[in-house]
């Protein structure tokens, strides 16, 4: 569910779908599924599950794309 009134709003889709696009832009708007995740489990403390459908979302939305095994920002 992307809004769940029973989550933190740190838990929600939207809220780590920016996180991971600010990720994306600090590292230029191309980088690596993992190195993302990474970044994003040192700050925000993220499952692999809850990051791999936050990804799934950002691509269903069109804000992201993939390109030979890097995750792109979409203009």
């Not at 709003?9 to 990720?23: I, S």
């Not at 230029?28 to 936050?54: C, H, M, P, W």
């Amino acid at each position: 569910m992307i809004v769940n009134q029973d989550n933190h709003p740190q838990r929600q889709l939207y809220y780590l779908g920016a996180k991971a696009l600010e990720v994306l832009n600090s590292k230029g708007g191309s980088a690596d599924f993992f190195e993302i995740y990474q970044a994003l489990k040192i700050n925000e403390d993220i499952s692999i599950r809850l990051f791999v459908l936050t990804v799934d979302w950002l691509y269903l939305l069109g804000a992201v794309t993939s390109n030979k095994g890097l995750i792109e920002r979409c203009s």
